[in-house]
């Protein structure tokens, strides 16, 4: 059973453009979300992460929003840039427990178009 | 942040034999973490490794078939015994730096194996 669920595979935009990555989860008892990006042959590289005490959090181009009653939350990335070419993670957080484990989703290739 | 190496960085195995994937971590880390990510698939944790104890695994993954070393506070291995194609995948090392609430995972750039 996949808790955590991007279900758009890729996405393709034009550079200066919005991109928008979606999430959604299964789990209410999820309560901190991070998004990671992944070049290929890399690691994924942590980008941003919200509480669920919040619905919006931004770091310069990059904003994360979260909808806790509809379990899901978005990635908003303004502008686009062609080195934002990668694939993205969202990944939940259970509070408690000795690891708080990730659960990460499929992810999405974002391409950005010059 | 925390940077991470792993070694391999790829491998080509044949089918039944083992292979032992290293990492190694810049700053003493509490825990190490294993993920595994399947082909179109997410990562997937396999187990968390701890200084000084018996890894922890997830379910579906048992220490037989992903031993796990700790030796020290910087460094773990992972490996994979009796491989099948189904092993086929990227395996990712990571640590988490911060708080346990709150702290953000690093990883490793990954170990790609494939079995012919």
């Given amino acids: 059973d996949q808790q955590v669920k991007q279900n758009s595979p890729s996405l393709s935009v034009q550079e200066g453009r919005i991109s928008i990555l979606n999430c959604d989860y299964t789990n209410s008892m999820f309560d901190y979300f991070l998004w990671y990006k992944k070049y290929p042959a890399e690691g994924p590289t942590f980008l941003i992460s919200i509480s669920s005490i919040k619905d919006k959090n931004e770091d310069g181009r990059f904003t994360v929003f979260l909808n806790k009653s509809a379990k899901h939350l978005s990635l908003h990335i303004v502008p686009s840039q062609p080195g934002d070419s990668a694939v993205y993670f969202c990944a939940a957080r259970g509070y408690g427990g000795a690891t708080n484990k990730l659960i990460f989703g499929t992810g999405t290739l974002l391409a950005v178009q010059p | ?116």
């Fill in chain 2, 1 to 116: 942040s925390a940077v991470i190496s792993q070694k391999p960085s790829r491998d080509i195995c044949q089918r039944g034999t083992s292979l032992t994937i290293q990492c190694q971590v810049d700053s003493q880390v509490t825990m190490m973490f294993w993920y595994r990510q399947q082909p179109g698939q997410s990562l997937t944790l396999i187990a968390t490794a701890n200084q000084g104890s018996e890894a922890t695994y997830e379910s579906g993954f048992v220490i037989d078939k992903f031993p796990i070393s700790r030796p020290n506070l910087t460094f773990s291995t992972l490996t994979v015994s009796n491989m099948s194609p189904e092993d086929s995948s990227i395996y990712l090392c990571s640590v988490r730096v911060g708080s346990r609430d709150t702290g953000e995972l690093f990883f490793g750039e990954g170990s790609r194996l494939t079995v012919l």
